[in-house]
């Protein structure tokens, strides 16, 4: 999806900080992914109910739990507590409204307070899942004059919060200059190079490390520049990549334990987008990828897209994919109209490979193809397809393959996929509505087999699979 509908969103300072920051130095990633993990977006959840869900989403083997943003936030629309509404509605309010920050301190009246986070982290480290929070320090809440007057003192005056363009509003977006340091969607783009503001942000993060979280994902994250970037007139040098990753102080402070967190960034693939030298830094999402798997899943057919690789120059290992993501499904609806019963086909395949750490986006609860909002209230946890039997399977499969190489084939129509990974396991997906006879090669050892999610038996002799699969169903076999 382009940046320009993604991104037509209507859009005391840190607590004493309890871990000792490691020394900024040369390191070669910024990222602490587990192997073979996965991560479950409770998007909109609140705090308190992602807590009171952990033994769930541990138990669907997540390994990761990601928030939606935890900063001081704009409050629309009187504070209602909508999804999204419509006028006339008669409860109000929008969900990106967490995307447009007032301040950078822990707490807002969408998810939860300081308290809540922390509460719901220590649930996490109980449960054995790692808090994945995301954050945006790339720009603040279209009225800036909602701007706490702590963040605008902290930066030396409001002025000092923007770039010089940062009310320019992007009309090239692969000019990389205007891409970096204009505005978006009404959204004005925050003076990341600004020492002051990296030495604030730095403490709103590290607070959140205390508390318990063990990774970032960076919204926005290909509209801050690169050090190859070119300068807004305010800035000495593009290095708030080295800063938010820990290579590099702000006035002496730096990043906790930077090689133990989980950093992405939401860089999505267009023209003119640096993806290698962002890769530098930390994990970048596979946007491409996800558009043509929903494309096969739309045809119903592995080859109604090109599946055979990811679509982006960076290792496949540093990259988070998805079927789709929050974006996709609710700013155009590009991802919508897919039936759960078919994002959980993607998500098998996704999850049973051997590269890239998937993400689960989180539908609302009641959600329908007629009613992408479903029960449309903040806070409450979204439908039950994170922790469907399948979506499960695939979630253990991926760990208990760890290691395993993976090999990918698929029918002569692409109706059924298989992966096999080494000679220890195979996830087998049926795209279609149909039943389908399944014959295909296989690295398993010749023997019966029974799926682990529906106890269905399966043979292999001579280096072929066989069995039945279900409409739109799988079977994850080791």
Not at 401 to 427: F, L, Y
Request: hydrophobic letters at 35%; a negative charge.
């Amino acid at each position: 999806m382009n940046n320009f509908n993604k991104h037509q969103r209507a859009a005391g300072v840190a607590a004493a900080l309890l871990l000792c920051a490691l020394p900024a130095g040369a390191r070669t990633l910024a990222t602490d992914r587990e192997a073979n993990g996965a991560i479950l977006h409770a998007w909109s959840w609140s705090f308190d109910t992602i807590a009171a869900r952990m033994a769930d989403i541990a138990a669907a083997g997540y390994t990761y739990v990601q928030t939606s943003p935890a900063n001081t936030c704009y409050v629309g629309e009187n504070g209602g507590m909508a999804l999204f509404s419509e006028p006339g509605d008669t409860v109000t309010g929008k969900w990106y409204y967490y995307y447009q920050p007032t301040d950078w301190k822990i707490g807002n009246y969408m998810l939860g307070s300081r308290d809540a986070f922390k509460a719901m982290a220590d649930s996490a480290r109980a449960h054995g899942v790692k808090v994945i929070v995301d954050v945006l320090p790339n720009h603040t809440a279209i009225d800036h004059t909602a701007v706490l007057p702590d963040l605008d003192a902290a930066v030396g005056g409001h002025d000092n919060l923007y770039h010089a363009n940062g009310f320019t509003p992007i009309t090239q977006w692969n000019d990389r200059m205007e891409c970096t340091t204009g505005e978006m969607g009404g959204l004005p783009d925050v003076n990341t190079e600004n020492p002051d503001f990296q030495y604030y942000y730095l403490q709103y993060v590290n607070d959140l490390i205390n508390l318990g979280a063990r990774g970032f994902r960076y919204d926005t994250a290909k509209h801050i520049g690169l050090p190859s970037d070119p300068l807004d007139p305010k800035a000495e040098r593009n290095n708030f990549w080295p800063v938010a990753t820990g290579r590099e102080a702000a006035k002496g402070l730096s990043l906790l334990m930077p090689d133990s967190l989980f950093i992405y960034g939401e860089v999505l693939q267009d023209k003119n987008v640096k993806e290698l030298e962002y890769s530098e830094y930390m994990d970048l999402t596979a946007s491409s990828y996800g558009h043509a798997l929903r494309q096969a899943l739309d045809s119903a057919s592995y080859s109604g897209a090109d599946l055979t690789h990811w679509h982006h120059p960076a290792d496949p290992s540093r990259l988070v994919t998805w079927v789709e993501s929050h974006d996709t499904y609710c700013n155009a609806h590009e991802s919508a109209h897919l039936e759960d019963e078919q994002i959980r086909m993607g998500w098998v395949f996704l999850a049973s490979r051997e590269d890239g750490t998937p993400l689960f986006f989180s539908r609302p609860a009641g959600s329908s193809r007629n009613n992408y909002w479903g029960n449309n209230r903040i806070g409450a946890a979204g439908n039950d397809e994170y922790r469907h039997p399948e979506v499960a399977a695939a979630n253990h499969f991926r760990r208990a393959m760890a290691g395993e190489p993976e090999t990918v084939v698929a029918s002569a129509d692409g109706a059924v996929v298989g992966v096999a990974r080494g000679s220890r396991g195979n996830a087998l997906i049926n795209f279609t509505g149909l039943e389908r006879s399944v014959d295909l090669p296989t690295t398993l050892a010749d023997g019966s087999y029974t799926d682990r999610v529906y106890g269905r038996r399966w043979e292999v002799s001579g280096g072929r699979i066989r069995g039945t699969l279900a409409p739109l169903s799988s079977a994850v076999i080791y």
